[in-house]
Each structure stands twice: as C-alpha cells, then as structure tokens.
C-alpha cells in the first residue's frame, strides 16, 4: 500500500507488545500476552482496520477495472457496483457465473492472507436474482461453499427489498411505537409527561427509516392516530374527547401550541436532506448511481418553487446562507444576492414562562378551551345542560370555573394582588393572563391557584375528601414556593460551578 518500513516496524510493535493485567483486589497481578494483537476498544484498531479495508477495496476496484468482475448496474449508464463496505458489513456485486465468483473468492483469499482476516462462512449468505437458473445457483454456491438466502428481510433495521405493498414493509415502525405506547401506564402520567415521552421517544422511532424512505400516507395516519389517542389519554376502544384539532397542536410552541411533529412533514425534512447531500456530493458513487437511475436529463432540484428570500438567510447571525445561494443560483446570480447586504437587527424578543411543566400545560389547555368544564362537554354533545353545580346560575365556562363564579370570590379575595378582580374583567383565560402581565401581576400565582381550584372541583366528583376553600390558597402558595425554592437552588448551583468549557 506504500508505506515505509519504518512506519510498518512502528504499528507492529504497537500490534505484537501487547499486554494485559488482571486486577486482583486492587493490585495488577499476572503478564498475559494476547495472540490476537492489539485488544478492542484500543484507538489504534478502527485506523488498522480501515487500512486493510482500503486494501480489499483496491483489490475489488482492480479487478473490476481488469473486466474481472463485471458488478451490478442499477439501471442503463449506471455505474457498476462492485461492493458497498459498511463497518464490518461487506456486500460484494458480480455476475452469476462460475468465473466471476471464483474470482472474488480468489481476491478474498489474497486479502485473507495479507490481513490474517478469514471468511466467516456461518455468517456469509448468497443472494441471486430471480432470473438465475437452479444449476448455476447450485454449482456457485458449491464453488463458494455459503447457504443462499431467499430474501435479506432487515439491513441496519431497515427493509432491504420491498414490494408493492410498501404499508406492509414498513408496518414494524407502527408496531414499534405501539408496542412502546402499551409498555406506559398512561393513567400515572400527566399531559405534560406524555408530551416529553411523545417527543423524545415516540416520535424519534420512525426517525431511520424517514431518514431514507418515504412512509406511506395510511401508515403515518395510523401512527399519528396511535400518538393522538395516547396524548389525549385514550385507553383501549374507550373513546376520550379530543380537544384540540391534531394539525394544530403540531404548530410551533412560538404559535403557542404544542410544537408535536406532523410525520408525513418530517419525513419530507429528511428526504430532502438526502437530496441535499446529492447536490453537494456530485462525486461521489452515491450521487452518480441515483442521477442515472432518476434524473438522468436534470438536476435533482430543478426549482426553488415557493421559496422566500428568509429562506437563504441565517436567522441565527442574520447573514446569507452562502451553500444555499451557491447550491440554487448559477455562479453570476449567487454573486449578485450575496452582494446585497442585510440589517443586522436582532429579532423580536419573546416570553419565556420556566415554570412547572404540569400547571403551565394545564394553563394552555384552559387558554385553548380543552378542559371538561361542562359548556366545553355540552358543545360537544356530552351532556344536556352547562349550568354551574356550585353557584347553581351560570354557565360553567371554563373562565367561570376558574375566575368568574360566585363561590371562588374567598379564595381570589385572599389572594395577593387579585382582591378586585372586576380590574382584570376577562372574558377568557388567555386575556386574563395577558392583563395580569401588563399589570406586572403575579402570572405564576394565579396560574398555581386555577390549577388548584380545578383539582379541588374535580375531587367534588371523585371523593369526599375535600380540602376547604379556605386552604386552596394555601395549598397552591405551598406548591408555588415549593417550585421557586428548587428553581433557585438550580440557579446558585449554575452560578456555583460556573462555565464548563471556556474559549
């Protein structure tokens, strides 16, 4: 491969002077010398590994320059395909014929002998196309001395062939995050809980096979509606109300909704992320076999259809972003817009509300109306009548459950900076929260106490162990300081071991 004396005398001593101890009661004991040189996990061994690999890969490249070994071609003007080296995967391409094999298994042989590498024949198969006949199957496979396989179900987790029923190929990512959902007791988790496990964990299954493959539209349904009903706390064939429309609680949290992923978007996302890589890589073997295959004639992106000026600039240091000008314009154009200069204002500020993800999810499903107050269950035709069963004369809203009725007047009248709620006249949840942070009000205490006075209503219909209105105030005072005291012993910790890394 051409490397000096020299260098090949350093890595084989690095290979033949290895030795191990053994830890016996916290003292090394004992000189063992491995056979096998160098251990695993050594950071030498993935550099010598891919050393020889480059070896098998010139060998396979030779021969196939030599007309040898003739390859697989995708399709008309395609380039041959040889073999595809993955890790310590090997799949090698040649014709159906007696020559050809005995010439890769020849190639094998020279690299097994330079490297000291063997063929692991119990983990070797041989895949033929439909169209090779029995006997050529039977005698390659004599030649060779590895079973056939009919078909390769899984490679890397992925379907290494598929047919025409694309839904059953991939009906394992459903299976997945069914299987996923039913290992989650959902009754002990609340909204807030389910909606970190739905973004870390659920929507992060189907995330490899999007990364490559275009889900079916019916699949994405059904592992949207598996999510949905698990969100909305949906067990078995009992049904349970959907409040908010799906598409609109996958609208970013900026919008103020939930910020959950539409799968068929995303799976769009990282499509195009591989299409990305083939505009940028137009060297590679990866780029010259799909173009023959599927846009011999054009560019992959034949136009930014839809685009928006926003969309070439970065929003993070308000400059143009210039791969992407360079990868959509010709040479001319790209020099043009990236001459045009840009306002380096930063953009808009915005709330952030840290508060305890419980209470702040149940805020937002009081702004969004998708609490069982009962004018919410009567609009959906769940019950005959909206009236309040505690003041007994209006409708039970969820700004009347919450702020508005009569019976709440001791608790609000106790509670500091909202004693005259006829200042802050809201029509909704969400206004009230708006008035109460123009008045520079306490927005986390009125949060902390709706969200008592709703457990205290909903254990009206639960038990008869009910706390007095008296001690509401009390309860969610508590449970504010609570919060505030493990916030700020975050933030002196923060302040305590200051930066990590410093540049």
């Keep these: 491969m051409g490397f000096t004396a020299h260098w090949i005398n350093l890595m084989m001593l690095c290979v033949k002077t290895v030795t191990y101890s053994i830890l016996v009661n916290g003292e090394p004991k004992g000189m063992i010398i491995p056979t096998r040189g160098i251990r695993q996990g050594d950071p030498l061994s993935p550099f010598l590994f891919l050393l020889c690999t ?18 697989y071609s995708l399709c008309r003007n395609s380039p041959p395909l040889t073999h595809l080296l993955f890790a310590d995967d090997s799949l090698l391409f040649c014709r159906a014929t007696i020559k050809e094999s005995q010439r890769v298994l020849d190639i094998l042989d020279v690299y097994g002998k330079c490297s000291g590498q063997q063929i692991n024949r119990s983990k070797t198969t041989i895949f033929f196309s439909k169209s090779t ?42 299976e997945r995050v069914w299987k996923k959902l039913q290992g ?46 698990f969100w909305w706390g949906q067990k078995g064939e009992r ?53 023959m295959k599927f846009f011999p004639n054009c560019n992959i992106v034949p ?45 808009e500020e915005k709330i952030i509300w840290p508060f305890t993800p419980s209470v702040r999810n149940f805020m937002w499903r009081a702004c969004k109306e998708a609490i069982p107050t009962k004018h919410n269950l009567l609009k959906r035709k769940i019950l005959n009548e909206d009236k309040c069963e505690h003041c ?22 106790s509670t500091s900076g909202f004693e005259d709620r006829s200042q802050l006249g809201a029509l909704n949840i969400m206004d009230l929260i708006n008035l109460t942070h123009e008045k520079r009000k306490n927005v986390d205490l009125l949060a902390m106490v709706m969200w008592t006075i709703w457990h205290q209503r909903n254990q009206l219909h639960a038990s008869s162990n009910v706390f007095p209105k008296a001690q509401v105030l009390q309860q969610a005072s508590q449970a504010l300081t609570k919060f505030q005291q493990s916030q700020q012993s975050l933030t002196n910790h923060a302040a305590a071991t200051g930066p990590q890394h410093c540049a």
């Design 239 to 291: 049904r349970k109300v959907h409040w908010v429309k799906w598409d609109t609680l996958c609208l970013p949290k900026k919008e103020g909704e939930m910020g959950f992923k539409d799968l068929a978007n995303f799976n769009d996302a990282f499509l195009a992320k591989q299409a990305w890589r083939l505009l940028h890589n137009k060297d590679s073997l990866f780029y010259r076999v799909f173009k």
């Design 392 to 413: 007994g004369v209006e409708s039970e809203t969820t700004a009347h459950a919450l702020w508005n009725c009569s019976t709440m007047d001791e608790i609000w009248e």
């Design 54 to 71: 480059k070896s098998l890969n010139g060998l396979l490249n030779n021969a196939a320059h030599q007309g040898h070994v003739k390859g």
């Design 133 to 174: 006949k029995v006997d050529s199957r039977n005698q390659i496979k004599l030649a060779l001395r590895v079973p056939e396989i009919i078909q390769y179900e899984k490679y890397l987790g992925l379907p290494s062939l598929m047919g025409r029923n694309k839904k059953a190929s991939f009906n394992y990512t459903k």
């Design 303 to 347: 136009g930014f259809e839809d685009g928006r000026v926003s969309d070439l600039i970065n929003p993070c240091i308000r400059t143009w972003d210039e791969n992407l000008v360079h990868g959509l314009f010709l040479p001319e154009e790209a020099a043009m817009v990236l001459s045009i200069p840009l306002s380096h204002t930063p953009v």
């Design 184 to 229: 989650w007791k959902e009754k002990l988790l609340s909204q807030a809980r389910r909606e970190i496990l739905i973004k870390a964990v659920i929507q992060a299954i189907p995330i490899s096979t999007m990364s490559y493959f275009k889900l079916p539209v019916g699949l994405c349904l059904e592992i949207k509606s598996l999510i949905r009903r």
